[in-house]
């Protein structure tokens, strides 16, 4: 389900291990295939469990509406013009306030990271009985992971840090400080000015020259729900990108499908959360439909848009 070596190294060290790997096997008389390249369904069918039928063992690309997609992972976000997603907000503000600047003091981001500061896991699930749920209460929110995707823990905590690590090196800072979640609070100001510059960037740019990403692997990467004969897909690469379609208005975005990555609520019993005792069928159920509906966990509803829409001092 996860990749979590992948994930992890550096994109230098990756390349660095390709290389003779590679030649390797090109003296050997083998080329590497490479999978990454989604076969496009647009204009054809959104339906992720068709394509997935006709794909084979291959990535796809689906044209859907930007409605049911769900930002910052559990949070589950709705990605829509008038959304209460933070990167959402941000990028509203910051289009309706160009060419004047527009300081990240103040903003919608920087008061969402000061509100939303969930300290366990169990209250990222949003579970209703967190009483029962007292291992995951034991742990940090940053070592929560959707239940169908992963089970909790130190490795999914140590997968956030590293990618943190990673996007922060990548954006000219090395700062222990940015080590965090971008999708709660507590976040210090460094890494919050970088949140807000990648959304805002990101919004300008489409809203000048339109939505073009470098190739058909670029889009904005999205695991898919299904229950009842629906789909909702969740955004797991591309928040940014997501929520500033979203700002601008768009109603239909592509989405980049791995294999693999369908998931219907009839099949919770293989979720590895489950598999491992982690969370039981009730409870990762509760959080599968939380996500569908696009309900944000009850403690951040609690604070959240509510502390934006309150006077600030």
């Known amino acids: 389900m996860t990749k979590p ?27 590497r295939v490479k999978r990454g390249y989604p076969v496009d369904f647009r204009g054809l069918t959104d339906d992720a469990r068709e394509a997935a039928g006709r794909a084979g063992n291959r990535p796809m690309l689906l044209k859907v509406p930007i409605a049911d997609c769900r930002g910052l992972r559990l949070m589950a976000f709705p990605l829509t013009i008038d959304s209460p997603h933070p990167f ?16 990240y003091e ?8 000061r509100a939303v500061q969930l300290a366990t896991a169990a209250d990222l699930y949003g ?20 239940p169908w995707l992963s089970a909790p823990g130190r490795r999914v905590r140590r997968r ?27 976040v210090p100001d460094e ?33 898919v729900l299904r229950a ?15 929520a500033a379609l979203a700002a601008l208005g768009y109603t239909r975005i592509p989405v980049h499908v ?24 009730a409870q990762a159920l509760e959080v599968f439909d939380r996500v569908f509906a696009s309900e944000q966990p009850p403690a951040v509803a609690a604070v959240w848009p509510v502390a934006w829409e309150q006077p600030q001092t």
């Open 5 to 31: 070596l992948k994930q992890i190294l550096p994109e230098r060290m990756k390349r660095a291990l390709r290389r003779p790997v590679d030649a390797l096997a090109r003296a050997a008389g083998y080329e």
């Open 88 to 103: 959402v907000m941000v990028a509203r503000e910051y289009l309706a306030n160009r060419p004047h600047p527009y300081p």
């Open 106 to 113: 103040g903003s919608p981001l920087q008061i969402y990271y």
């Open 127 to 146: 579970l209703s009985r967190p009483a029962e749920a007292a291992q995951l209460s034991a742990l940090p929110s940053i070592a929560a992971v959707a």
């Open 160 to 186: 956030r840090i590293q990618l943190a690590r990673n996007e922060m090196a990548q954006h000219g800072t090395i700062s222990r400080a940015g080590l965090v979640w971008h999708g709660m609070g507590p």
């Open 191 to 223: 890494r919050g000015r970088l949140e807000m510059k990648r959304v805002c960037d990101t919004a300008a740019s489409i809203a000048d020259s339109g939505y073009r990403p470098a190739s058909i692997k670029s889009h904005v990467h999205a695991k």
């Open 228 to 242: 009842n004969g629906r789909q909702v897909f969740v955004i797991s690469s591309g928040q940014h990108r997501a």
């Open 258 to 281: 791995s294999p693999n990555s369908v998931f219907d609520r009839d099949s919770v019993a293989q979720w590895p959360a489950v598999a491992s005792g982690a969370l039981t069928q």
